[in-house]
């Protein structure tokens, strides 16, 4: 078997580079109580990077999943080169050279790298693998996409790039002819975002087809040729990506006028700091120091792998620090446990929400009690009065602008961005005065951004401090009052007021 074969021929019977290699056709999906596609159309090109944007739950991923294989469409056709074509299940479209790379990434874990690429084509004889021609092969792949990783890594010691790039290997390997990438750039850093973009690039130049699917409008405008937009199961526009803005965009996604992406910035009175960290060390974190004020929003930039995050979980308890002194309200404590964090006033949202800032599936009313539960518990019988704790979630929630018919419903059934502000619901209910926000809208549509913007802008308002590490700078600049950029666990600069800029940021990252 070779993978260095020329790329796919994508031309239909007529010879046509331009005409549809895929076509989507009056597609429609019903689930119970929702309608996710009405009436879908829409073609992607052969050879194109067609760009796929609308907020979470405007219908993208359920589109993905019928021309993937995951679902049948209730009515409608799709048509593969021209020919009508029906899938029922993912290998079906695999066949057909259609691969898609999910958000959250699907690989053998305890496998290597090289047997991830090759997964169900390794070469063979007389039954028996040959495992030389299996690392090859995937050699040879991997060079295409300039992914330089150790192949004989076991895939869980990648890093989140690293997978990304495999997987998208292991679709070369299979001589994919459209590869789909959902929210490709998530978590990853700013020169890992770099490298995902050559690799599209690369993939455009051998002809292969990609439908990128992503929350960041930037990189969409950057890499499409056209780009879709999605609202409430239905598609609203298909243009060439030159011929739209990112706030043309943002507009006809969230269906309205866009207006001002971030809140303005409110004026800092000089009181005295609400935490003071000094000298903290622990892991690869060193002789770190800061305060937070009150109504301060604080960043905390670097490189992935900068210190940022550890910083955050230190200051929590939820990591041990190895020195260094902490004070809240001006007095030292020991915060050797997240609870003693939450006691003093400190809360912390990571960026893993789902997997550590909450337990989705439970309800909404349970998560958001939770730090607090023996506020609502009956004296003497260890029962919580139902009635009681689903009153005090729904008047936090309803401050939030959360909106469900029911606290009861299970977390997992809410948006990203609607997800983060009953996490912020949960630790207000807790009378947290210090909110840690690491990577707040990963994953979170323009809509529900700049809900959360809005959000973290009002409890500096009512005097909270702030402390907000994001990967996307431009959240960074339009928020924060002072900026502390990490390089290899340390602080080598620290930016306020106008002298905060991406450059200026990128600049510390890489020289300071």
Aim: aromatic fraction near 4%; glycine fraction near 8%; charged fraction near 25%.
């Amino acid at each position: 078997m070779s993978t260095t074969d020329s790329p796919p021929d994508d031309t239909n019977s007529s010879g046509d580079l331009d005409a549809p290699l895929l076509e989507v056709r009056h597609l429609s999906k019903v689930f119970p109580g929702v309608v996710a596609l009405d009436d879908v159309s829409m073609n992607v090109r052969a050879g194109e990077v067609h760009g796929l944007v609308g907020e979470n739950g405007a219908g993208k991923s359920t589109l993905l999943k019928i021309v993937s294989g995951l679902y049948v469409a209730d009515g409608g056709e799709l048509l593969w080169n021209g020919e009508v074509v029906r899938f029922r299940a993912p290998p079906d479209a695999v066949k057909r050279g259609i691969e898609l790379i999910p958000q959250e990434l699907s690989l053998a874990p305890s496998l290597s790298a090289a047997e991830n690429i090759m997964m169900g084509i390794y070469p063979a004889h007389l039954g028996r693998v040959r495992w030389r021609e299996v690392k090859r092969e995937a050699e040879t792949v991997a060079a295409t996409i300039h992914l330089e990783a150790d192949l004989s890594r076991k895939a869980s010691t990648l890093s989140p790039a690293e997978q990304r790039l495999v997987m998208i290997a292991r679709a070369l390997a299979r001589k994919a002819r459209l590869v789909i990438m959902d929210e490709p750039s998530v978590s990853l850093s700013e020169v890992e975002v770099d490298a995902l973009k050559a690799v599209v690039h690369r993939l455009r130049e051998r002809r292969v087809t990609v439908i990128y699917v992503s929350h960041r409008l930037d990189e969409v405008l950057e890499l499409t040729d056209r780009v879709t937009v999605m609202k409430d199961g239905r598609v609203i526009s298909t243009d060439q990506t030159s011929a739209v803005s990112k706030p043309v965009l943002i507009e006809r996604i969230i269906g309205r006028s866009y207006g001002e992406q971030f809140p303005s910035r409110r004026a800092l009175e000089s009181t005295s700091p609400l935490l003071s960290v000094r000298n903290l060390s622990g892991g690869r974190v060193r002789d770190v120091s800061f305060a937070l004020h009150p109504g301060e929003i604080l960043g905390i930039s670097g490189l992935v792998g900068s210190g940022r995050t550890e910083i955050v979980r230190m200051v929590f308890g939820a990591d041990p620090l190895e020195s260094g002194e902490i004070e809240v309200d001006g007095r030292p404590v020991k915060l050797t446990h997240p609870r003693h964090a939450i006691r003093r006033g400190l809360s912390l949202l990571p960026e893993d929400r789902r997997g550590q800032g909450a337990i989705v599936n439970m309800s909404i009313a349970a998560n958001v009690s939770l730090p607090v539960l023996r506020r609502f518990a009956m004296r003497g019988t260890g029962m919580i009065h139902e009635r009681v704790e689903a009153r005090a979630v729904r008047e936090r929630i309803d401050r939030l602008n959360l909106s469900t018919p029911n606290v009861q419903r299970p977390l997992k059934f809410l948006s990203g961005g609607n997800q983060q502000k009953a996490l912020v619901a949960k630790w207000e209910m807790s009378d947290s005065r210090v909110f840690m926000f690491d990577e707040p809208t990963a994953g979170v549509d323009v809509g529900a951004k700049q809900e959360i913007y809005s959000l973290i802008a009002q409890l500096g308002a009512r005097g909270a401090g702030v402390i907000l590490i994001s990967s996307e700078l431009e959240e960074v600049v339009g928020l924060c009052h002072r900026v502390l950029v990490m390089r290899e666990g340390r602080c080598v600069g620290e930016l306020a007021g106008e002298a905060i800029s991406e450059a200026a940021i990128l600049h510390l990252c890489y020289e300071g």
